[in-house]
């Protein structure tokens, strides 16, 4: 979780988001994998839903006038408080084969865009899978629910066509029950903000699974 980030210090800070302690932010997932280089990237689009969108803006002091048309200088403010990430901030993706965790390279091609009053996170994350025939099972989640992530759209695939997606949605009924019973009966929207949340974020993702005829 990005505990030292303006997001955080934002959802913290500011009127909480209506409706429950956690998650504090909601943020929609585009995700595709790329298959066109020597080895798979996941390409990953967070899209910050209009409220919390409106609370970065406001709290650094941009499109006061709320017309959603930002001038090249507030761009590149909102640019760099959005793509600065702390050294622990591990990008809240999961990529895996089987019960084996993948590494994720580096972050790439990291970007920020405004458009229509949503701030919109791009960037890409290599991976370098051990077993070339194992299917790639993929998550995006914060461990700490903190921010709800929800695909948006369909997964996409470039690179090669006799790869075939499967996504299985969380079951949020068990995913609730948990929490209630880490949090010994107690709801999820009765926690504070200060207050140490159990690691249920994994419950509340959907699972991607692709799986691809030839070798990866």
């Known amino acids: 979780m990005r505990t030292m980030t ?13 409706g429950a302690a956690h998650p504090h932010i909601f943020v929609g997932a585009e995700v595709t994998v790329d298959f066109t280089g020597p080895t798979p990237v996941v390409h990953l689009a967070w899209v910050y839903d209009d409220y919390f969108s409106l609370l970065i803006t406001a709290d650094l002091g941009i499109d006061l006038d709320g017309d959603m048309n930002l001038t090249p200088a507030e761009v590149d403010i909102l640019a760099q408080s959005v793509t600065a990430w702390p050294p622990d901030f591990q990008g809240d993706l999961e990529v895996m084969q089987g019960d084996t965790r993948l590494t994720l390279a580096p972050k790439q091609d990291h970007t920020m865009t405004f458009e229509g009053g949503l701030v919109r996170e791009t960037h890409a994350r290599g991976i370098t899978p051990p077993d070339p025939n194992a299917p790639l099972t993929i998550r995006v989640y914060d461990p700490f629910y903190y921010v709800a992530y929800q695909l948006a759209g369909p997964i996409k695939i470039v690179g ?12 949020l009924d068990r995913a609730y029950s948990l ?6 009966g107690r709801p999820a929207a009765d926690v504070g903000p200060d207050e140490e949340f159990p690691e249920v974020g994994v419950e509340f993702a959907d699972t991607i699974t692709v799986t691809c005829a030839a070798p990866l």
């Not at 303006?6 to 209506?18: D, E, G, N, Q, V």
């Not at 929490?179 to 010994?184: A, F, K, N, Q």
């Open 160 to 171: 090669r066509d006799d790869c075939e997606v499967a996504v299985i949605p969380a079951d």
């Open 6 to 18: 303006m997001l955080t210090s934002l959802a913290l800070t500011l009127t909480p988001l209506p």
């Open 179 to 184: 929490v209630e019973e880490l949090l010994y």
